[in-house]
């Protein structure tokens, strides 16, 4: 016998942080930030639940904050276990993890908060990670055997499935949208006996591509013909890559007329550099257009504005323009002078391209909120706000349904997890009345039994 707890992710899509343990192993898979609020910062510094010591081994399923954020707090309490992860995801943790680090340094001199860790807890953290290429074997303590499979969420993010004595436990991670600009789509795992999986958009449908696209296309052409700005606050991995992918395309193919595009954030401009180190992770077609000569993430008038001074020449760009910078929830970063800038122009679009998490800056422009706070601004909103929730890097709820569908034949129990709470107990229902499983939403602190 086994026992499941479940240290975060529950009730929200944030926080992952799930501890499997066996008479003689303790593995933790995931150990993310808690996200969107100022309150959020004080609770990733409380104390772990558990003692850190005590975990034997922690597997990363990739390298957002909300999986990996609070690795390095993990450390400085005591973990002294291997982390495990893709190489991929290793090398895109460091960069994360140091840009995080930077943002927690600027609010804890903010707002007076403590740091919940230091550089050095980073540096510890990397020593101790280990990368392993999808499909290989991993043998961790108690005879518990660990393999990793395309998620295909973000680039080297993974399912981890771990089988000990017969039995199979998977650890979805976020699992990718089909089909994604970039990537390959995620790979089902099958014949498990447990399954913990995301729900972020477990009570809703995505566009599909064709609409996806068009709607890009469409934004982009408005932006032309009123001489406006678009502001996309995006998300430093993936979907940015995503979009500048396209975009580049659509000039190339002479669909739209190139203005300029300002990649207006060192960190996604860092993830683009590992996305071009990596393109064995990327699908066929990608890989086949870059040997082809075609370098996606470079087109005329895209400029990379990698230092503050470089941000505020921006503003001098007369006619149309489009502002990639993150954060992907505005809830900081480069974004925020952008949108107190732009959002009283009503010749300025904000577009939202994924998940917007209650308390965010993006969850109340996404909520119609016509007058917000940006950098101690009150700012009325006269800019139109729309979103496409196609460009999301996670499966929405048909997917989702899918996924458990075709691999859940002999499952006795599905965790669903990461998601607000609505769209977790929507997805339970759903599991349970088409297929007929054991589907329940824990709660946060729960420790489950399993036959393990």
């Known amino acids: 016998m086994a026992r499941i707890t479940f240290h975060g992710g529950t009730g929200m899509v944030t926080g992952a942080n799930f501890l499997l343990e066996t008479a003689a192993a303790k593995i933790m898979v995931d150990c993310g930030l808690i996200q969107g609020d100022r309150f959020a910062m004080t609770r990733n510094c409380d104390t772990f639940a558990y003692d850190p010591s005590m975990v034997d081994a922690l597997l990363v399923t990739h390298a957002h904050a909300d999986h990996i954020g609070r690795i390095p707090k993990l450390v400085h309490d005591g973990f002294v276990g291997t982390i495990y992860s893709t190489i991929a995801t290793k090398d895109l943790a460091a960069v994360m993890l140091r840009d995080a680090y930077k943002v927690m340094s600027y609010e804890s001199e903010r707002y007076g908060t403590a740091r919940c860790y230091e550089m050095q807890d980073i540096d510890a953290a990397l020593s101790l990670w280990k990368g392993v290429s999808y499909h290989d074997t991993t043998t961790l303590p108690d005879n518990i055997e660990a393999v990793f499979t395309d998620a295909g969420h973000i680039l080297g993010s993974a399912m981890v499935t771990l089988t000990r004595g017969g039995k199979r436990f998977v650890f979805t991670g976020d699992i990718g949208n089909v089909p994604q600009p970039l990537l390959n789509p995620p790979e089902v795992p099958k014949g498990y006996d447990y399954l913990l ?256």
């Open 197 to 452: 999986m995301e729900s972020v958009y477990g009570d809703r449908r995505h566009e599909d591509v064709a609409e996806r696209s068009d709607l890009l296309r469409e934004h982009i052409a408005d932006t032309i013909t009123k001489s406006g700005t678009l502001i996309i606050p995006a998300f430093s991995l993936e979907r940015t890559q995503g979009m500048l992918f396209e975009i580049n395309n659509f000039f190339e193919k002479g669909e739209l007329s190139p203005i300029p595009v300002f990649l207006d954030s060192p960190l996604a401009i860092a993830v683009t550099e590992l996305y071009r180190a990596h393109t064995a992770y990327l699908k066929t077609e990608v890989q086949e257009q870059i040997r082809g000569g075609d370098d996606i993430f470079d087109f005329p008038k895209l400029s990379f504005t990698r230092t503050v001074a470089d941000s505020e020449e921006i503003a001098k760009v007369k006619g149309p323009k489009i502002i990639i910078a993150g954060s992907g929830m505005s809830h900081g970063g480069r974004i925020l002078e952008h949108e107190r800038r732009y959002l009283e122009d009503p010749k300025t679009t904000v577009l939202l391209v994924g998940y917007q998490a209650v308390g965010s800056l993006g969850r109340l422009l996404h909520d119609g909120v016509r007058k917000v706070r940006v950098l101690d601004t009150d700012v009325k909103v006269r800019a139109k706000i729309a979103d496409i929730q196609g460009y999301s890097g996670h499966a929405d709820r048909d997917q989702l349904v899918e996924l458990v569908a075709e691999g859940s034949e002999k499952a006795k129990r599905i965790f669903v997890a990461m998601g607000e709470e609505r769209s977790s107990l929507f997805l339970v229902q759903r599991l349970r009345d088409y297929l007929d499983v054991d589907a329940v939403a824990p709660e946060e602190g729960e420790t489950i039994e399993i036959d393990f």
